[in-house]
């Protein structure tokens, strides 16, 4: 098996489709090594395992709305394109999307994955309860009321146990309008990035770094806010856009301030264009909102470097939340995304110095995108980490849902909990 991408072929050595969540937890007992994946739209090895993976996609995918329509319980294989047409066929929506709505909800939680907005918080900050499958096999359900417990399993990488279902908060459903602005120039932006990156709910800048301007700014707003046409000297685009200039509009979401539901605007790709697999690689560094105009003014020192390899960049936002291990962790964050061509040495050679220039800034790397393992100094990023690593080891001491890169990451567990 490879990821989305292609950027890499799993190292299991055996694949399980379980029908059942009884049938899952007795692959796990008897497991040596064993791990989930979602929809594999991760770009790195977070997911990898030597043993066993086991993919949800053959367990009953149950989407059932609490009878207060304040929640809904996921089960593990559902991605978010179908849990958001239900949702949407009830009148009921959540809170935000990424990019695409093809990824699993179990798989996005667990890294962290989020949209943009300075007030809402990351796909996990929907999660309300959460059932995992323990490395014995034991079924186990929590919600916010077990506290440390549960803020440490919903971003958890997959080290405290497999999803296999979800409770989310959701909200009556409402209706938005996207527009793209066009060639914002640098100075304006970073002189008022507060204003700019609150001007809609949504906010993302698309950028290569390079130049005086930045070439897209992609507004995802409430039918009930102002519709923008100029904002800092950016001037509204006359026709639908993609973020890579050279490509056709067609699998985007509609724009040109044409109302229509949630989940038709806060992605940005429609869910009716599924490709199998990309021609890119990802990363992202997500850091205090605060440090954002200096974060990019040194990005932007490195422009010449970064250009060849990059399609794009999107520059996001995100609220903060309290899960231990969420790079939006009691912070309001800003999240400098890179989608860089499909050069994988190539990247791996320039990110040790992107990271050099972000970490002052105290970036946080998107789990599952690609990063370095080394360099970064986990503990002081993220106050909750040891705690996060003695409670993997508890839990899991025999490091079944471990893998090379958790290993460098938790550290290589204590002989005493191998
Ligand atoms: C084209 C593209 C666009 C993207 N856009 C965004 C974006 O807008 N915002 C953003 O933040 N990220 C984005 N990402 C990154 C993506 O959201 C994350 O990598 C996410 O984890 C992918 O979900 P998945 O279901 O594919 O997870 P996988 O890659 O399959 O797995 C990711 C991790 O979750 C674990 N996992 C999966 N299922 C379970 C389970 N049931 N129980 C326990 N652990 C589990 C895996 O073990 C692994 O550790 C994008 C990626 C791509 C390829």
């Known amino acids: 098996m490879k990821n989305w991408a292609g950027n890499l072929d799993y190292a299991s050595a055996e694949v399980r489709r379980p029908a059942s969540v009884e049938e899952l937890a007795a692959i796990v007992a008897g497991a040596g090594r064993v791990k989930a994946l979602g929809s594999r739209h991760s770009f790195n090895r977070v997911g990898d395992t030597d043993g066993v993976h086991v993919l949800l996609d053959a367990l009953p ?131 008022n990035f507060q204003q700019l990156v609150s001007s809609a709910y949504s906010v993302s800048l698309f950028t290569d770094y390079a130049g005086d301007s930045i070439s897209q700014v992609w507004l995802k707003a409430l039918d009930t806010e102002q519709p923008l046409t100029e904002l800092f000297g950016a001037t509204a685009a006359s026709d639908p856009r993609h973020p890579l200039p050279d490509m056709s509009a067609e699998n985007c979401t509609l724009q040109l301030d044409e109302p229509g539901q949630w989940l038709d605007r806060l992605p940005h790709f429609r869910h009716e264009f599924t490709p199998s697999k990309g021609e890119e690689l990802q990363s992202e560094f997500i850091l205090p909102l605060e440090h954002g105009p200096a974060a990019i003014e040194a990005v932007r020192s490195l422009a010449g470097k970064l250009a060849p390899l990059l399609f794009v960049s999107e520059i996001r936002t995100g609220a903060a939340d309290e899960f231990w291990l969420s790079p939006f962790y009691r912070q309001q964050s800003v999240a400098l995304h890179f989608t860089w061509k499909p050069l994988q040495a190539e990247v791996e050679a320039v990110l040790p110095e992107l990271e050099d220039l972000l970490r002052p800034f105290g970036a946080r790397p998107h789990w599952g995108k690609l990063f370095s393992t080394a360099g970064h100094d986990w503990e002081s990023l993220y106050p909750r980490f040891a705690d996060f690593r003695s409670l993997a080891s508890a839990h899991d001491p025999d490091g079944k849902f471990r893998n090379g890169l958790l290993d460098s990451i938790l550290g290589v567990r204590a002989a005493s909990a191998r």
């Not at 093809?102 to 949209?115: L, M, N, P």
């Open 61 to 191: 995918q149950t989407i059932e709305l609490a009878s207060d329509r304040q929640s809904v319980h996921v089960s593990g294989g559902v991605s978010y394109g179908t849990l958001c047409r239900s949702l949407e066929q009830s009148g009921v929506a959540i809170h935000n999307l990424a990019s695409l709505p093809h990824i699993s909800v179990a798989g996005a939680v667990q890294t962290g994955t989020h949209g943009s907005g300075v007030d809402n918080q990351s796909l996990a900050g929907a999660v309300q309860a959460i059932n995992l499958v323990r490395p014995s096999g034991e079924l186990v359900s929590l919600s916010r009321a077990d506290g440390d417990e549960f803020l440490a399993s919903v971003v958890g990488l997959g080290a405290l146990g497999i999803v296999t279902g979800l409770e989310l908060a959701v909200q009556p459903g409402f209706r938005m309008r996207q527009r793209v602005l066009e060639n914002l120039p640098w100075d304006r932006a970073l002189g």
